[in-house]
């Protein structure tokens, strides 16, 4: 039609946002800071890997993504030598394991960037959506700094607003808290925005909420720029934090807890909190 233009997704958005964790109790923590995450379809890497000089994947760049940190590439499940297995694939394989029904569309993960070669994910989430109507598919990947991971299996079923999860904690992840407890995972995204929860309990009482409220972007090798020294986006920044605040925290003596042997099964299934939809 004459004069109608045809867009699509793009491959790859980046996602500014704001990133607050508060620790609820005494003694009572909360922190907040600018975040920068990619969302990334998996199904087409090939593309996003062409979208911006300053961006690629699975290769050395200012900012770049790679398979190898996540999924059964990771460190704490590959061994060395070993090669990568397609991202994709590897989710495709957990979806077949634990949800075989499921016939799946596509694949976007939000995950913290590469800078410079290096980066932390505490916590990255695959979106998979199904043709079937089989419902959305969420996986939650929890790392941890002692190198170890874990995987939260969430299914929303269609006909319900099952946007967030409830599952025991299965990875001790700070060390100012034992492996008690229960998380509520969530992911919802609208329009431009997205926003990720996660929020730890203990015994009916809520210890920790930690939010991301992000808007996306196009990705350019601009707005890369810009969003790195605007907000001082520096390689380990996450890292770094992470292990700034628990300084803070071992201050304010709060209880050290030792790392226990991780759990030998790589996945834990959520349970949906189900909301009629509306109509």
């Keep these: 039609m004459t004069g109608t233009q045809i867009t699509s997704v793009p491959a ?3 996602v500014d946002s ?3 964790h508060t620790r609820h109790g005494t003694p009572a923590h909360s922190l907040s800071r600018r975040g920068l995450s990619l969302w990334i379809d998996l199904g087409r890497l090939s593309e996003a890997d062409k979208q911006a000089w300053l961006f690629s994947v699975n290769k050395f760049n200012l900012v770049s993504f790679h398979e190898a940190d996540f999924g059964c590439n990771h460190k704490s499940k590959r061994q060395k030598g070993a090669p990568v297995t397609p991202l994709k694939d590897y989710i495709i394989s957990e979806i077949s394991a634990h949800y075989p029904e499921a016939k799946v569309k596509d694949i ?4 913290f960037p590469r800078i410079l070669g290096m980066a932390f994910n505490p916590i990255s989430v695959y979106r998979c959506t199904t043709e079937n109507g089989a419902g959305d598919i969420v996986l939650y990947e929890v790392h941890n700094t002692f190198g170890d991971s874990h995987t939260y299996f ?4 269609t006909g319900h607003n099952a946007c967030q999860h409830d599952v025991a904690k299965s990875l001790h992840v700070s060390p100012f808290y034992n492996m008690d407890g229960e998380y509520r995972l969530g992911l919802k995204l609208k329009d431009r925005t997205l926003r990720l929860l996660v929020r730890y309990s203990h015994e009916m009482k809520t210890r920790l909420t930690a939010t991301l ?4 972007h196009p990705l350019s090798s601009g707005r890369l720029l810009s969003f790195l020294c605007r907000y001082l986006h520096l390689p380990m920044r996450v890292w770094t934090a992470i292990h700034v605040e628990a300084v803070k ?3 304010k003596r709060c209880r050290f807890h030792r790392r226990p042997e991780p759990e030998t099964t ?4 959520a349970q949906p909190r189900l909301t009629r939809q509306k109509g």
């Design 213 to 216: 409220d992000g808007t996306f």
């Design 18 to 20: 704001e990133i607050i």
């Design 249 to 251: 925290l071992f201050l």
């Design 154 to 157: 969430a299914i929303s079923k």
């Design 108 to 111: 976007h993960i939000l995950a």
């Design 12 to 14: 790859i958005q980046l």
């Design 266 to 269: 790589p996945v834990t299934i």
